[in-house]
C-alpha cells in the first residue's frame, strides 16, 4: 500500500468552481510539500508545510497540514484552466532521506 | 525554467542495452535527485546524492546506477533494460542535504525501450 494516498485520482470542475484535493499519510510527516505536474514536464514546487496546523497561500491556491500532521488538503479558489495539471504531494519522513510522493490528483478546468 | 538540466530528452532503445541519463543542477545546489515516473508506478525516488556523496537510495533497480562528479553533474546509467524500464526519468536539485525542502526539478528524460 501507499504511504501517501491522495484523493480524489481525478477531478474535472467548471471555471469558477472550488475544489480540494487530500493527501494522506499512513505516518506523521516531517515534512509535506505540494507539487504541481503539467502532462510530461518536470514538478514545479507550489508550498512546503512543517508545522502541524500550518496553513500557507499561493496565489489561489492555499494548503493545510493538520495538526496531527498526517494529513494535507489543498484548496484552490474560483480555479482557472491555468490550474489544471497533475498534483502531487510529497512527504519526508523523519528519520530518513527519503522522498515519497503521492499517487497525484490530476485536475482538468473547463472553461 | 528551473535551473535544472537534462540530456538527452528523448531516448529510444532496444531491450538489453545500456543508456546514461544526464543531470546538471542549479547552480550552488549540492543534492541531486533522480526519480521514475511510469503510468502504473507513478513517480519513484531512485536515489540521492548530495555533494558526489550517495545519501540515500531508493526503489532502485541493481542494473541501474549513479553517479555524482566534482563538477555536480550526475548520471544515471541505466543498463540491461527491458520493456518495463520505459518511463520519464527525472532529476531534481536542492540546497539541501537532508531528502527535504524545496527541489527544482529537470524537464525529464523519456525512455523507450522497444
Known amino acids: 500500500s501507499q504511504e501517501l494516498e491522495q484523493s480524489p485520482q481525478s477531478l474535472i470542475v467548471q471555471e469558477g468552481k472550488n475544489l480540494t484535493i487530500n493527501c494522506t499519510s499512513s505516518k506523521t510527516l516531517y515534512g509535506l510539500y505540494w507539487y504541481k505536474q503539467k502532462y510530461g514536464e518536470g514538478l514545479i514546487f507550489l508550498m512546503m508545510l512543517q508545522k502541524g496546523g500550518e496553513e500557507k497561500s499561493h496565489e489561489k491556491i492555499t494548503a493545510k497540514l493538520d495538526e496531527k500532521k498526517q494529513q494535507s488538503s489543498l484548496h484552490i479558489t474560483a480555479s482557472q484552466p491555468s490550474h489544471a495539471g497533475i498534483y502531487l504531494c510529497?512527504?519526508?519522513?523523519?528519520?530518513?532521506?527519503?522522498?515519497?510522493f503521492g499517487t497525484g490528483t490530476r485536475l482538468k478546468v473547463l472553461a | 525554467d528551473s535551473g535544472v538540466t537534462q540530456t538527452p530528452k528523448h531516448l529510444i532503445t532496444a531491450t538489453g542495452q545500456r543508456v546514461t541519463l544526464r543531470c546538471s543542477p542549479r547552480?550552488?545546489?549540492?543534492?541531486v535527485y533522480w526519480y521514475q515516473q511510469s503510468l502504473d508506478q507513478g513517480l519513484q525516488f531512485l536515489i540521492q546524492y548530495y555533494n558526489g556523496e550517495e545519501r540515500a537510495k531508493g526503489n532502485i533497480l541493481e542494473r541501474f546506477s549513479a553517479q555524482q562528479f566534482p563538477d555536480l553533474h550526475s548520471e544515471l546509467n541505466l543498463s540491461s533494460l527491458e520493456l518495463g524500464d520505459s518511463a520519464l526519468y527525472f532529476c531534481a536539485s536542492s540546497v539541501e542535504l537532508q531528502g527535504g525542502g524545496e527541489q527544482y526539478f529537470g524537464p525529464g528524460t523519456r525512455l523507450t525501450v522497444t
Open positions: 510529497g512527504a519526508v519522513y523523519s528519520g530518513t532521506y527519503k522522498y515519497i
Open positions: 547552480s550552488g545546489d549540492l543534492s
